[in-house]
Each structure stands twice: as C-alpha cells, then as structure tokens.
T-cell receptor
C-alpha cells in the first residue's frame, strides 16, 4: 500500500540558507500535517492543511512557511536557517474526523551547519 | 508542560516480562492513539481508541481508554526483544495531534 512519501531523506544546509521539504500524502487523505522532532523529543506540531487550505498552526517560526498544492502534495519552506532548526521533519496524512489515525512519512533529517 | 503525561520515561526489562505504559491528561480527548517509533523513522500507528472504557488487543499488546477519556494505558504481555522501541501516546487536541514525551522500552534477551 502507498505510504506518505517525503523527500529528501537527508538534507545538509548552511546557516542562513533556505530549504524546501516535500511531502506526498496517501491518496484520498484530505489532511496533511507537518511535525518537527528534535533529538530525544516528541514530535511538535508545526502546521496542517485540510483540502489544500491551512487548517491549524502550531509552534512554527515566521521563517517557515508551507502550502498544499492542487495535487495534494505539500511543501515546507524554511528560510534563514539556524543551527537550532536541525531536526527530523515529519509529514503525516489522514482522513479528517474522529478516530482516524495518522500515517507518517519516514521524515527528512535536516542538518544545519 | 506536556498536555499528555507519559510514564515511565524509560523501561528496561527482561524478555518474557510484562509491562504497562501510562498516558494521562487533565483534558478530555475525543480519541487517543498509540504509536511506535524506531530511530530515524516516522511514528507508526498501533491503535486508536475512541470510546471511554474501550479495550483493544493487538496480539500481545492491550490498549485501554479510560472511562473519562483522559487517560490510556498500553500493556505488553511476555515482552520480546523485538518490542524494543519508543512508544508514544497522542491525542487529537483541536485539529492537531499532540504527543506525550514517549516511553523508551528496552527488552533484553
């Protein structure tokens, strides 16, 4: 069965550079979520989209932005990267509604040097 | 502060032992989910519990949702080395999933 696809798997950027992470949700899932997970921490919610419209926003820095496109894939854009942005970034998709679990991608490991 | 408090944080046991992981909150959740995460990989959904008092079994894993829908537990019977990993409880709060801090389980053979 198709899963949530994230690319790239690994990314190394220098401080102040820009990074773009991509996510392809499970077909027919109407909601996409982005999470950031630092070392030894639980995933922290960044932002979500329902039917291509932003539905909720968490602790996402102003330097970050995201959007969902007509084909339902989503991109997380990160500018003016800082060392503290180094983390695993996960995308997840689900069907909206109570009781539906989230399917997570394998994540993008971003390292800022 | 975490919306969902998980305990214990770490658990190291011998193969064949039983264990229980707890997930507690002062808030009511419409549903709670349990995930397992391997290092460098995304969390994988184990179960979703929706109804207060609900009990779900997945082979040697038993999940329970509290009557008041504020807490949940994961019980593993006869743990095996393959059960080693990070276990996360998560609840839908508003329109997003929030996680507990996780329980790192190590099962020694």
């Amino acid at each position: 069965a198709a899963g949530v696809i994230q690319s790239p798997r690994h990314l190394i950027k220098e401080k102040r550079e820009t990074a773009t992470l991509k996510c392809y949700p499970i077909p027919r899932h109407d909601t996409v979520y982005w999470y950031q997970q630092g070392p030894g921490q639980d995933p922290q919610f960044l932002i979500s989209f329902y039917e291509k419209m932003q539905s909720d926003k968490g602790s996402i820095p102003d330097r970050f932005s995201a959007q969902q496109f007509s084909d339902y894939h989503s991109e997380l854009n990160m500018s003016s990267l800082e060392l503290g942005d180094s983390a695993l970034y996960f995308c997840a998709s689900s069907l909206a509604g109570q009781g539906y679990g989230y399917t997570f991608g394998s994540g993008t490991r971003l390292t800022v040097v | 502060t975490q919306l969902l408090e998980q305990s214990p944080q770490f658990l190291s046991i011998q193969e064949g032992e039983n264990l229980t992981v707890y997930c507690n909150s002062s808030s009511v959740f419409s549903s709670l989910q349990w995930y397992r995460q391997e290092p460098g990989e995304g969390p994988v959904l184990l179960v979703t519990v929706v109804t207060g008092g609900e009990v779900k079994k997945l082979k040697r894993l038993t999940f329970q949702f509290g009557d008041a829908r504020k807490d949940s537990s994961l019980h593993i019977t006869a743990a095996q080395p393959g059960d080693t990993g990070l276990y996360l409880c998560a609840g839908v709060y508003g329109n997003k999933l929030v996680f507990g801090a996780g329980t790192i389980l190590r099962v020694k053979s």
